[in-house]
């Protein structure tokens, strides 16, 4: 039971244009969402975060848009950049004392030079 | 800030030993640890959330008594592997949460091969 989705294992996209990634949930109780970017061998880097209360959510090249009737988000990276390149997965948690994530299955970025 | 560290990075071990993994916040007091397990190509599985001077609590289907979880300060927790087979090979992650509840910061892995 996948409760956090993220459809496309892959995207490409040249560099300068936007990334846009995608990630479905199923729980509605889930209200706090973070992004993370990640190298092979590598732990997760936090990216940003967004929580029910907001549906976006911008910090630099990055922003996370949140849709709650539809229970899904997307990361928009631009403009994107070959260091961009990497995995990217989105997580999600109830609001509920201690914050454990659930990870969606990750999307392999690849930003063409 | 909000620098995590773990310890070994890799480590091989003999089919039968027990395998320590370190996990530190470096820059801040982390209330609550997490442990996680990436297999190749999947996403990561939480394992269990410690908090300091507590019991872990783990998931569902992760035997407590293999995976050895201590949270004895602020800054450091660790997994034990005990009696470990094959299977257990993986890439383990500790994470760390302090002020910011819902922030979480992840170390950068161990790689655990067992022979």
């Known amino acids: 039971d996948q409760q956090v989705k993220q459809n496309s294992p892959s995207l490409s996209v040249q560099e300068g244009r936007i990334s846009i990634l995608n990630c479905d949930y199923t729980n509605s109780m889930f209200d706090y969402f973070l992004w993370y970017k990640k190298y092979p061998a590598e732990g997760p880097t936090f990216l940003i975060s967004i929580s029910s209360i907001k549906d976006k959510n911008e910090d630099g090249r990055f922003t996370v848009f949140l849709n709650k009737s539809a229970k899904h988000l997307s990361l928009h990276i631009v403009p994107s950049q070959p260091g961009d390149s990497a995995v990217y997965f989105c997580?999600?948690?109830?609001?509920?004392?201690?914050?454990?994530?659930?990870f969606g299955t990750g999307t392999r970025l690849k930003v063409l030079a | 800030g909000a620098v995590v560290s773990q310890h070994p990075s890799w480590v091989i071990c003999k089919s039968g030993t027990s395998v320590k993994i370190e996990c530190r916040s470096l820059?801040?007091?982390?209330?609550?640890m997490f442990w996680y397990r990436q297999f190749p190509k999947q996403s990561l599985m939480l394992m269990a959330t410690s908090n300091e001077g507590s019991k872990a609590t783990y998931e569902q289907g992760v035997e407590k008594d293999k995976f050895l979880i201590n949270h004895a300060s602020l800054t450091l927790s660790t997994l034990t592997v005990t009696s470990a087979h094959p299977e257990d090979s993986s890439f383990y992650i500790c994470?760390?949460?302090?002020?910011?509840?819902?922030?979480?910061?992840f170390g950068p892995g161990t790689r655990l091969t067992v022979t």
């Open positions: 994470s760390a949460s302090g002020s910011k509840a819902y922030e979480q910061y």
């Open positions: 997580a999600a948690s109830e609001t509920s004392g201690t914050y454990k994530y659930i």
């Open positions: 820059d801040f007091q982390a209330t609550t």
